[in-house]
């Protein structure tokens, strides 16, 4: 028995995988635990309805970061040479650039007009940011994703710590100096998010040098992976309406202080995610990128069972605790986002299982059934949040195991791609055959 163990631990030991994946987590700890250093005090300078406010416009952000680089960003992993990724991260950084100003036009001239429809009309001269955190966001994408080609994963876990930690380190500075409100937490994610890309711009300044050696142009590349912006573009539109649609639901159909509550909740359940999926989900997509067929159903199926594993305890005590913990820890005002909290247990704990497998898609280029999950993942929550009548709470639970059930289907479809893939099969000809 302890031959066998040790067996197994030596294996650990020389299993590129794990050191992969233990590199990245301790950054992912480092940066979660300043997090959670600091919430605490940051809940006691700004209230649920600053919170609100910031996730309105994170939304916003968000909503257009995921399609800013067309997701050609994703294809920086794929080709064969170096090279020629250094020319395509070229080619991304100057579709960012030109989203960002148009986005810092649009939102800033239209300011008055986007914050009455969202109710809120203090956002409006926020709306002029905009455009810089979609830059800073979508060249931190980039970046990360030649980083991961190389296997840097040391600069990944450094880049995590500096965006999470310095983030919430200048909005408590700001907070510190009397500028609070909404200005506060918008201010002090952009100086997080600017240290952030300043440090992983120089960790991979060598995606700048070499170009010359490439024979191909960025409209060739462009061309050799359309896929992306035609195939994984749209799921990734679709994702980021379904993420960004609640809040902006729960902001106008509910309130904002609510939507606070909502922000910090999921905010704080994320932690646990981050903890054991940011990790796997990066090493993941590198090894899937590089895999031959026979061994992708086995591999994926090992992530189902790691992750369920890893998650299991954490979840359980999230749904125990939380309603007790977060008015204890974060303020008596913060009562409501314990008790949602508890509601997200199943959604999120399903999502900790989903997130490294979902990338199979990619790789085998099936983005088209992605895109169909993502219809079904998209309409459900945004239709029941908006019909449900009633406590927010109440709602968000069935909400949550609706979406738990969805992702359990999610689950058995990629190991069936990734078990066609191994067979030599076109997952899209599977309905034909049938």
């Not at 711009?201 to 010359?212: I, N, P, Y």
């Amino acid at each position: 028995m302890s031959s066998s163990i040790g067996r197994r631990v030596a294996m650990w030991r020389r299993s590129q995988f794990l050191r992969h994946v233990l590199t990245l987590l301790t950054g992912t700890v480092a940066a979660q635990v300043l997090v959670l250093v600091l919430t605490p005090v940051l809940s006691r300078l700004y209230s649920p309805r600053d919170y609100g406010l910031f996730s309105l416009y994170a939304s916003l952000v968000a909503t257009v970061t995921v399609v800013a680089a067309l997701r050609y960003d994703m294809a920086i992993m794929l080709p064969r040479h170096d090279a020629d990724a250094k020319v395509l991260k070229k080619g991304v950084t100057r579709l960012i650039i030109a989203i960002s100003v148009g986005a810092t036009l649009v939102c800033g001239i239209g300011s008055p007009l986007i914050a009455r429809a969202l109710g809120k009309p203090e956002l409006a001269p926020w709306l002029w940011l905009v455009g810089l955190s979609i830059f800073t966001l979508g060249e931190i994408s980039a970046l990360t994703y030649w980083l991961n080609r190389r296997s840097n994963y040391k600069a990944i876990g450094i880049n995590r710590v500096l965006q999470s930690g310095g983030t919430a380190l200048a909005q408590l500075a700001l907070a510190l100096g009397k500028i609070t409100g909404v200005g506060g937490l918008i201010l002090g994610t952009l100086v997080g998010q600017g240290t952030a890309l300043l440090t992983l711009r120089h960790k991979a300044r060598e995606v700048r040098q070499g170009l010359d050696a490439s024979e191909e142009s960025i409209r060739g590349l462009f061309g050799r992976y359309r896929r992306m912006p035609l195939l994984n573009g749209p799921n990734a539109l679709v994702d980021a309406v379904r993420t960004n649609g609640i809040n902006l639901i729960i902001g106008v159909v509910y309130s904002g202080a609510l939507l606070g509550q909502f922000y910090m909740a999921w905010k704080l359940l994320e932690v646990p995610l981050a903890l054991i999926n940011g990790a796997l989900a990066q090493v993941f997509f590198q090894r899937l990128s590089v895999m031959e067929r026979g061994t992708m159903f086995a591999f994926a199926k090992t992530s189902v069972y790691r992750s369920a594993v890893l998650g299991i305890i954490p979840f359980a005590l999230i749904y125990w605790l939380s309603p007790w913990a977060f008015p204890v820890v974060l303020g008596a005002e913060w009562a409501d986002a314990g008790n949602i909290a508890r509601a997200l247990v199943p959604w999120l704990f399903m999502s900790l299982i989903t997130s490294p497998i979902s990338t199979i898609f990619v790789v085998t280029e099936t983005q088209h059934l992605m895109l169909a999950h993502a219809l079904v993942y998209t309409a459900v929550p945004l239709s029941l949040l908006f019909f449900l009548k009633g406590d927010i709470v109440s709602n968000l639970t069935i909400v949550s195991l609706a979406m738990a059930v969805i992702l359990v289907a999610f689950t058995v479809m990629a190991l069936w791609v990734g078990h066609r893939f191994d067979r030599g099969l076109d997952p899209k000809a599977a309905v034909l055959e049938g």
